[in-house]
C-alpha cells in the first residue's frame, strides 16, 4: 500500500531564513512525488512534482525539492521564506501499481513565517 | 492548466437530506477524482469518476452514499446522500490532464455543513 509521512504537524521560520518541510513515502515500485499549498478557504494549488529525471525539482514560488531514494524523502525547500508563504503544504504520492493518477496525500504541514 | 468550477462553495444542509455537487471543466480531461476533506484533516479519495460508466470507490466509500455521474470529458457530479454531521467536509473535485503519471489539478472545493 502507498503511504506519505509528514512528521511535522507546524513549522515555523523566521521571514527570510531557509525553509524545510518534510516528506517520506512508501510505495512499490517508482514512486510519483508532488507537493501542494493550501491557502485559508481555497483549494489546492500544485507546486512540484517528480516523476523521473534530476532529483533536484524546481517549482512555483521559488519551491524546489530533493528526490532522495534511499531515503525514501522528498523534502520540500526555499532559500528565503516569505510571509506570504505562510499556508498548509500537502505531500502526494502515487504509483503505477497503485493508479498513477491517484494521489495519496500525507497529514499536511502547516508553514508559519514570522516577519 | 485546467480550470475547475464547482458548484456550490459552500452550503448548509439538514440531517437526512442529500445534496449535489457539481464539477464542470473548461476542458476535456482524461481523469476525474473526487476527494474529501474533513475539518483539519488531509485529502482522502472517495473514488473515481468513469466517463460514461460506473464511478470506481476506494475502500469505505460507496455508490449508495456518495453516488457519481460523469456523462462526459468535461462535466462530473458528486452527491452526498442522507447526510449526517460527520459528512460536514470540504469535497473537491481533481483532474489530470494526461494519460501518464502527472499532478491533478483541483477544484476551489465545497464545503459543507451537516447541522
Known amino acids: 500500500a502507498q503511504s506519505v509521512a509528514q512528521p511535522e504537524d507546524q513549522v515555523n521560520v523566521a521571514e527570510g531564513n531557509p525553509l524545510t518541510v518534510k516528506c517520506t513515502y512508501s510505495?512499490?515500485?517508482?514512486?510519483?512525488l508532488f507537493w501542494y499549498v493550501q491557502y485559508p478557504n481555497r483549494g489546492l494549488q500544485f507546486l512540484l512534482k517528480?516523476?523521473?529525471?534530476?532529483?533536484l525539482v524546481k517549482g512555483s514560488y521559488g519551491f524546489e525539492a530533493e528526490f532522495n531514494k534511499s531515503q525514501t524523502s522528498f523534502h520540500l525547500k526555499k532559500p528565503s521564506a516569505l510571509v506570504s508563504d505562510s499556508a498548509l503544504y500537502f505531500c502526494?504520492?502515487?504509483?503505477?501499481?497503485?493508479?498513477?493518477?491517484?494521489?495519496?496525500f500525507g497529514a499536511g504541514t502547516r508553514l508559519a513565517v514570522h516577519p | 492548466s485546467a480550470v475547475i468550477s464547482q458548484k456550490p462553495s459552500r452550503d448548509i444542509c439538514q440531517r437526512g437530506t442529500s445534496l449535489t455537487i457539481q464539477c464542470q471543466v473548461d476542458?476535456?480531461?482524461?481523469?476525474m477524482f473526487w476527494y474529501r476533506q474533513q475539518p483539519g484533516q488531509s485529502l482522502t479519495l472517495i473514488a473515481t469518476?468513469?466517463?460514461?460508466?460506473?464511478?470506481?470507490?476506494e475502500s469505505g466509500f460507496v455508490i449508495d452514499k456518495f453516488p457519481i455521474s460523469r456523462p462526459n470529458l468535461t462535466f462530473s457530479t458528486l452527491t452526498v446522500s442522507n447526510m449526517s454531521p460527520e459528512d460536514s467536509s470540504i469535497y473537491l473535485c481533481?483532474?489530470?490532464?494526461?494519460?501518464?503519471?502527472?499532478?491533478?489539478?483541483f477544484g476551489e472545493g465545497s464545503r459543507l455543513t451537516v447541522l
Open positions: 481533481s483532474v489530470a490532464e494526461l494519460a501518464g503519471p502527472g499532478e491533478l489539478f
Open positions: 510505495v512499490s515500485g517508482n514512486p510519483y
Open positions: 517528480y516523476i523521473t529525471g534530476d532529483n
Open positions: 502526494a504520492v502515487s504509483s503505477l501499481s497503485g493508479g498513477y493518477n491517484k494521489l495519496i
Open positions: 476542458s476535456q480531461v482524461t481523469m
Open positions: 469518476a468513469n466517463q460514461g460508466s460506473e464511478a470506481t470507490y
